[in-house]
């Protein structure tokens, strides 16, 4: 199969059964993105696929051939961290870590949204989408912090939002 990740184009040859997280971080040692609950539910394995979110550990590699993929090493670099990567820093938006890979490819792929105006549950109009505090945590509803970290995760999704 063919997979661009990150901007790189791949030639690999993978099992019909490997889910896009494990080629990710068993393949392509792109380990940034965790194995939470390999369920579904908690969003930790959040990617993005032609700009779209979605839980990588319920997809099919072979489902991507020759889709554009990226994780959390393709929004940013240490030294210039994508916009969400700084905001979460800034305000504390992790603790244990384990789960923000995750929380910022979601938050991204929710801007992106918002940014199409596409509505969720909670839009009040569905021609102006705002994105308030309950806007923010419907779409992200997703993605699970077990330390709890909810309130400055909002805070660092709305201060890119207003930027």
Same mark, same amino acid.
């Given at each position: 199969?063919? %997979? ?7 030639? %690999? ?7 896009? $997280?494990?080629?990710? *971080? ?48 393709? $929004? ?54 705002? $994105? ?11 993605? %699970?912090? *077990? ?10 999704? *709305? ?5």
């Amino acid at each position: 199969m063919r %997979i661009t990740v990150n901007g790189a184009a791949h030639e %690999i040859e993978v099992d019909v059964r490997t889910t896009l $997280l494990d080629l990710c *971080r068993e393949h392509l040692g792109l380990t940034g993105a965790k194995k939470g609950c390999d369920h579904g539910q908690c969003g930790a394995c959040t990617m993005l696929v032609e700009g779209r979110r979605i839980n990588a550990c319920l997809t099919l590699a072979v489902m991507h051939d020759g889709d554009a993929v990226t994780t959390i090493e393709g $929004l940013g670099t240490p030294d210039h961290l994508h916009p969400l990567q700084a905001a979460f820093v800034r305000h504390d938006g992790f603790q244990c870590g384990y789960c923000t890979p995750g929380q910022i490819c979601s938050a991204k792929g929710m801007l992106d949204e918002v940014a199409m105006g596409w509505a969720s549950h909670v839009s009040g109009d569905l021609d102006h989408v705002d $994105l308030t505090d309950a806007e923010i945590r419907e779409r992200m509803s997703g993605n %699970i912090c *077990r330390c709890s970290a909810y309130p400055t995760i909002v805070d660092a999704i *709305r201060e890119v939002s207003e930027a």
